[in-house]
């Protein structure tokens, strides 16, 4: 009898151990989790020129700034708090959604960079050979954001990366070969042309927060036939478990735009000064800054237009639609002789 209860409580024992373990282990998920949850910080757009060319031994060019940007953007989102979490199958990473919604946000813009960076920023004209660090670089961007081995999203990005560097070091002299930057008024555009188009989507998913009725602009048919048929309205509403996902890819696209409009303003000075146009996109940026205040609330409220409570994908949106407002102006700048 004895010898029974000796291994019933050595057994109670173990569970209570297990039981403390298990507590622990979320609890201290819990706390890694929160601070995984922090998002970045802005750095410095000419400090990162600096650690990119200066600290390599190259000499600063006309496309140094933008390039280094894109680099430190990239790196930015698979070395913050954590690393890169879209992709995590264990806890605390695979509970989060707010972070991965924040890095997509990011992957949107650093892709939309580098397409910018291949097809306009780099050539000469539209018959010009396409630079092939920049061709390799754009690919690895694009590569799926949830692989997590064979081969993991995190070594395509950082090839990606180092791709990229490899074409700032040949146009900063680090290494021999050619590389050119060119800074026209039709390149700038191009780039701003996707950013304009990113910030519209953005700003209607976080506006169907609320959910509206909205005439279908998608209809193939005349309206006149579509109203008989009823078809010409849309109820167009965001679930309710997607809201805060919206609005974290929104933020991390905000705070991704915000280093390349900087970095933007510095290499194309001659031409938003010849055209009027460096505080169109300086308020630009002011807008988009206004998106990365602290969130006083521990979770994304969904209050109703002018409702009790707040609905901060509202005034997410409301940001949002007048940086690109500005935008739309800028390029209309950049379109005059």
Do not use: C
């Not at 946000?105 to 939309?112: C, E, M």
């Not at 309205?233 to 478990?241: A, D, H, K, N, R």
């Not at 031409?271 to 800054?289: C, H, M």
Request: glycine share 8%; proline share 3%.
């Amino acid at each position: 009898m004895a010898d029974t209860r000796d291994d019933v409580s050595r057994s109670g024992v173990w569970v209570r151990v297990g039981a403390a373990v298990v507590v622990i282990y979320l609890l201290v998920a819990l706390i890694v989790g929160i601070y995984w949850s922090m998002t970045p910080d802005f750095f410095s757009v000419r400090e990162g020129v600096a650690a990119e060319v200066d600290e390599r031994g190259g000499q600063r060019q006309r496309g140094a700034v933008m390039t280094a940007t894109l680099i430190n953007v990239a790196e930015t989102l698979l070395d913050k708090p954590g690393g890169y979490l879209t992709n995590d199958i264990t806890p605390p990473g695979v509970w989060l959604d707010n972070m991965p919604s924040w890095e997509y946000g990011v992957v949107i813009q650093v892709r939309d960079a580098s397409k910018a960076m291949r097809e306009a920023f780099s050539r000469s004209q539209t018959q010009s050979s396409e630079d092939q660090d920049l061709a390799m670089a754009e690919s690895r961007f694009n590569f799926n954001t949830g692989s997590w081995i064979m081969p993991a999203t995190e070594n395509q990005y950082r090839e990606g990366i180092e791709y990229t560097r490899r074409y700032l070091d040949r146009l900063t002299g680090v290494e021999d070969g050619n590389a050119e930057f060119y800074t026209r008024a039709d390149n700038l555009r191009y780039w701003l042309s996707t950013v304009e188009t990113r910030l519209g989507s953005l700003s209607q998913r976080l506006s169907a927060s609320v959910g509206q009725r909205r005439l279908n602009t998608d209809l193939p048919t005349p309206m006149g036939e579509a109203e008989e048929t009823g078809s010409d309205e849309v109820l167009v509403e965001t679930p309710w478990t997607e809201l805060d996902n919206v609005y974290y890819e929104a933020r991390g696209s905000a705070w991704a735009m915000i280093h390349l409009l900087k970095a933007a303003e510095l290499e194309f000075a001659d031409v938003l000064d010849d055209k009027n146009a460096r505080v169109s996109l300086g308020q630009i940026v002011r807008e988009l800054e206004a998106t990365q205040q602290p969130v006083m609330s521990p979770m994304i409220l969904n209050g109703s237009g002018f409702g009790v409570l707040a609905n901060h994908s509202l005034v997410m949106a409301s940001y949002l639609s007048r940086a690109n407002a500005a935008l739309i102006d800028l390029r209309s700048l950049l379109d005059r002789g």
